[in-house]
């Protein structure tokens, strides 16, 4: 406790000195972050902390240096190797899960380890903390409802100071605690402690972890405790605490009480005490220099760990006998049994994914029937719940394929994709990665109207880290989805539901060895006056445009791209030399979509081979109406593709 109080007062001055800046400190949770962390084994277990967790994460072996050069962005931080702010912790040796920012993601990806653990028969208790206002998230409700569902090993560990910033827990919540609140789940045991006391915070957190580990399932931990210093560097708690609160809140420092009962109980002497003071500040203020001397990180290793296995480009590998001509929604239910037939680590799961339905498109249909309901089985419809547990199976070593039923809905779980999924890998220096493949039904022209039609691609695309698939016909669709599912990072998996069953999208089957490489376009068709580069559901109406051009002597050449994230380039370079002419096209609305970071690359790499300007075609910028003639007003259609086309000759 002394340690976690140094480092916290050391951190402070070193902020002065303008060393760092930002602190959160964990001053006045001492107590309750050291009995909990005292009661749990690192490295067997597993934690998700979160900002304020110093003292616990002291408890789990982290050293003072370590936090010093967590706390000066150093590159030997083994948190991030100075990628992301103080407080941010990690530690990959204890099993601590880098943390990020967001309040509240790391609820469903602690559900997520304890279902790996679970799975795996492992006695293992999965910690994770927060402050009580991030328990007003969504995505606390989610986690607690999964893990009381399937009676997880997941300790939910509150430390209740009572702000959450300036915001009192008064105004949090429904005007009841969070341990009343938290009744309705039955399976849930609910402890309320004194957050002070380093050993009833002890004695009720090894009694959970004993029930955990016997299979009883999940326990919530409310542990009221006081914050000591403001909410963070960035906050002056005397704004909007009186000052009766703060001195209360002095007076029932868990230091203070400790240092009393040590002399109350006669283990140990003021003269000890003091002696063990010193010794601390000697120790830490080593640490500091040692850390302030520590090496910066290398500018050129900003790019290292955006990606687990960078993708290179790779050569299309010969199809081996291919097979019947299949639709896109069988080729991807066959690859989905193949892999789940090779890999007893993969896990399919989602709304309504499991038999009889086998998902609302029937792509996973028959697989919970053939492997279980323990490897396919149906989620909470919470999107966020999905993507979120999905990123701690794969932590644990699973190789999750969940499927979000609409593309329209996955907005929920942006949190989890955008700030979780997408940076595990580049802000934990390539010590964490999930792995894991998102099945996304996407696309119009089924008269879906505006909440079944989207297209996500371009907001996606935004993201490093993710890759992005999209293909346009079932050997594709096969051959991409078993490469995903092999891939050491995350893949975005976009099946556009208007080509699910298109005899136009069958093809050949790929055999069960098949995998088709990232970042490799298919050119659908050769030509020499113009090139269209396009992907899903436009490849095809590029296609039936194409083939009324060359009635009229244009011939034009259809790049597929069959990947957004990595794009083939080289492709695409390769064929305006030949045709000096890029028309880009696509389904999504026209302002903002990929087609327009295409079309910038385009004027930046190929300028010279250019006569005449690059052009788009795409959806009007509306949502997608559900009336047949509007839909077709506002989607791209053949006949509108080739006036562009024609267009584009002209110029």
Same mark, same amino acid.
């Given at each position: 406790?002394?340690?976690?109080?140094?480092?916290?007062?050391?951190?402070?001055?070193?902020?002065?000195?303008?060393?760092?800046?930002?602190?959160?400190?964990?001053?006045?949770?001492?107590?309750?972050?050291?009995?909990?962390?005292?009661?749990?084994?690192? /490295?067997?277990?597993?934690? %998700?902390?979160?900002?304020?967790?110093?003292?616990?994460?002291?408890? #789990?072996?982290?050293?003072?240096?370590?936090?010093?050069?967590?706390?000066?962005?150093?590159?030997?931080?083994?948190?991030?190797?100075?990628?992301?702010?103080?407080?941010?912790?990690?530690?990959?040796?204890?099993?601590?899960?880098?943390?990020?920012?967001?309040?509240?993601?790391? %609820?469903?990806?602690?559900?997520?380890?304890?279902?790996?653990? !679970?799975? @795996? /028969?492992?006695?293992?208790?999965?910690?994770?903390?927060?402050?009580?206002?991030?328990?007003?998230?969504?995505?606390?409700?989610?986690?607690? $409802? #999964?893990?009381?569902?399937?009676?997880?090993?997941?300790?939910? %560990?509150?430390?209740?100071?009572?702000?959450?910033?300036?915001?009192?827990?008064?105004?949090?919540?429904?005007?009841?605690?969070?341990?009343?609140?938290?009744?309705?789940?039955?399976?849930?045991?609910?402890?309320?402690? $004194?957050?002070?006391?380093?050993?009833?915070? $002890?004695?009720?957190?090894?009694?959970?972890?004993?029930?955990?580990?016997?299979?009883?399932?999940?326990?919530?931990?409310?542990?009221?405790?006081?914050?000591?210093?403001?909410?963070?560097?960035?906050?002056?708690?005397?704004?909007?605490?009186?000052?009766?609160?703060?001195?209360?809140?002095?007076?029932?420092?868990?230091?203070?009480?400790?240092?009393?009962?040590?002399?109350?109980?006669?283990?140990?002497?003021?003269?000890?005490? =003091?002696?063990?003071?010193?010794?601390?500040?000697?120790?830490?203020?080593?640490?500091?220099?040692?850390?302030?001397?520590?090496?910066?990180?290398?500018?050129?290793?900003?790019?290292? !760990?955006?990606?687990?296995?960078?993708?290179?480009?790779?050569?299309?590998?010969?199809?081996?006998?291919? /097979?019947?001509?299949?639709?896109?929604?069988?080729?991807?239910? !066959?690859?989905?049994? =193949?892999?789940?037939?090779?890999?007893?680590?993969?896990?399919?799961?989602?709304?309504?994914?499991?038999?009889?339905?086998?998902?609302?498109?029937?792509?996973?249909?028959?697989? @919970?029937?053939?492997?279980?309901?323990?490897?396919?089985? $149906?989620?909470?419809?919470?999107?966020?719940?999905?993507?979120?547990?999905?990123?701690?199976?794969?932590?644990?070593?699973?190789?999750?394929?969940?499927?979000?039923?609409?593309?329209?809905?996955?907005?929920?779980?942006?949190?989890?994709?955008?700030?979780?999924?997408?940076?595990?890998? #580049?802000?934990?220096?390539?010590?964490?990665?999930?792995?894991?493949?998102?099945?996304?039904?996407?696309?119009?022209?089924?008269?879906?109207?505006?909440?079944?039609?989207?297209?996500?691609?371009?907001?996606?695309? !935004?993201?490093?880290?993710?890759?992005?698939?999209?293909?346009?016909?079932?050997?594709?669709?096969?051959?991409?989805?078993?490469?995903?599912?092999?891939?050491?990072?995350?893949?975005? %998996?976009?099946?556009?539901?208007?080509?699910?069953?298109?005899?136009?999208?069958?093809?050949?089957?790929?055999?069960?060895?098949?995998?088709?490489?990232?970042?490799?376009?298919?050119?659908?068709?050769?030509?020499?006056?113009?090139?269209?580069?396009? #992907?899903?559901?436009?490849?095809?109406?590029?296609?039936?445009?194409?083939?009324?051009?060359?009635?009229?002597?244009?011939?034009?050449?259809?790049?597929?791209?069959?990947?957004?994230?990595?794009?083939?380039?080289?492709?695409?370079?390769?064929?305006?030399?030949?045709?000096?002419?890029?028309?880009?096209?696509?389904?999504?609305?026209?302002?903002?979509?990929?087609?327009?970071?295409?079309?910038?690359?385009?004027?930046?790499?190929?300028?010279?081979?250019?006569?005449?300007?690059?052009?788009?075609?795409?959806?009007?910028?509306?949502?997608?109406?559900?009336?047949?003639?509007?839909?077709?007003?506002?989607?791209?259609?053949?006949?509108?593709?080739?006036?562009?086309?024609?267009?584009?000759?002209?110029?």
């Amino acid at each position: 406790m002394l340690t976690s109080r140094t480092l916290d007062e050391k951190m402070l001055i070193l902020l002065r000195q303008g060393k760092s800046f930002f602190h959160i400190g964990a001053a006045g949770h001492e107590a309750a972050q050291i009995g909990a962390g005292l009661a749990l084994i690192p /490295g067997v277990d597993w934690a %998700f902390p979160y900002y304020r967790d110093l003292a616990f994460m002291l408890s #789990w072996g982290t050293t003072p240096l370590e936090i010093l050069l967590n706390f000066l962005a150093k590159a030997d931080d083994p948190s991030s190797a100075g990628r992301q702010m103080p407080q941010h912790y990690g530690h990959k040796a204890h099993r601590i899960v880098s943390q990020s920012s967001p309040t509240g993601t790391q %609820f469903l990806q602690a559900v997520g380890v304890a279902m790996g653990a !679970h799975k @795996s /028969g492992a006695r293992e208790v999965v910690y994770v903390s927060s402050g009580e206002g991030t328990t007003s998230q969504g995505d606390f409700y989610e986690a607690i $409802n #999964w893990a009381t569902r399937d009676r997880l090993p997941v300790l939910f %560990f509150i430390q209740d100071n009572a702000y959450a910033i300036s915001v009192p827990r008064a105004q949090q919540g429904a005007g009841s605690s969070l341990y009343e609140m938290a009744m309705g789940y039955k399976s849930m045991h609910r402890h309320e402690v $004194n957050g002070l006391d380093l050993t009833e915070v $002890n004695k009720t957190v090894r009694h959970c972890a004993e029930l955990a580990r016997s299979g009883k399932g999940p326990s919530l931990v409310v542990a009221h405790t006081v914050r000591l210093f403001s909410h963070s560097s960035s906050d002056d708690q005397r704004k909007y605490r009186a000052p009766e609160d703060l001195q209360e809140s002095e007076a029932a420092d868990p230091l203070i009480s400790l240092a009393h009962l040590l002399l109350e109980r006669r283990f140990a002497t003021p003269e000890q005490l =003091e002696t063990l003071q010193q010794e601390v500040k000697i120790e830490i203020d080593e640490a500091a220099r040692v850390a302030e001397e520590a090496a910066e990180p290398d500018p050129a290793t900003l790019l290292d !760990h955006l990606y687990a296995a960078p993708v290179t480009a790779a050569p299309e590998p010969e199809q081996p006998a291919p /097979g019947p001509p299949v639709v896109i929604v069988d080729a991807l239910n !066959h690859a989905l049994a =193949e892999e789940m037939a090779a890999d007893e680590r993969m896990l399919i799961y989602g709304q309504d994914v499991a038999d009889a339905k086998g998902g609302v498109f029937t792509v996973t249909k028959g697989l @919970s029937t053939r492997f279980g309901s323990e490897r396919v089985f $149906n989620s909470p419809l919470a999107e966020s719940s999905i993507i979120g547990t999905a990123i701690g199976l794969a932590l644990y070593g699973f190789k999750p394929v969940v499927e979000i039923q609409f593309g329209d809905y996955i907005w929920t779980a942006m949190m989890q994709l955008r700030n979780e999924v997408a940076t595990m890998h #580049w802000r934990s220096a390539g010590n964490f990665s999930c792995p894991m493949v998102i099945r996304v039904p996407v696309g119009g022209y089924i008269h879906g109207g505006l909440c079944h039609s989207q297209n996500i691609e371009g907001f996606f695309a !935004h993201l490093p880290g993710l890759h992005i698939c999209y293909p346009s016909t079932a050997g594709d669709a096969k051959g991409l989805l078993k490469e995903a599912i092999h891939q050491q990072d995350p893949v975005l %998996f976009l099946e556009h539901k208007g080509l699910y069953r298109q005899s136009y999208a069958m093809s050949p089957e790929p055999g069960p060895d098949y995998r088709l490489p990232f970042g490799k376009a298919r050119l659908v068709r050769e030509g020499r006056h113009l090139t269209v580069i396009t #992907w899903g559901m436009l490849v095809h109406k590029a296609m039936q445009a194409a083939q009324s051009l060359a009635t009229e002597g244009i011939e034009a050449e259809i790049i597929d791209l069959r990947t957004i994230n990595p794009l083939d380039m080289e492709v695409i370079l390769h064929s305006l030399a030949k045709t000096g002419r890029a028309l880009v096209a696509h389904e999504d609305t026209l302002t903002a979509g990929f087609g327009a970071e295409i079309a910038a690359l385009i004027a930046d790499a190929a300028f010279e081979y250019l006569d005449a300007p690059v052009r788009r075609l795409a959806a009007a910028d509306s949502p997608v109406p559900y009336n047949s003639g509007l839909e077709a007003v506002m989607l791209p259609q053949a006949e509108t593709i080739a006036k562009s086309m024609r267009a584009l000759i002209a110029y």
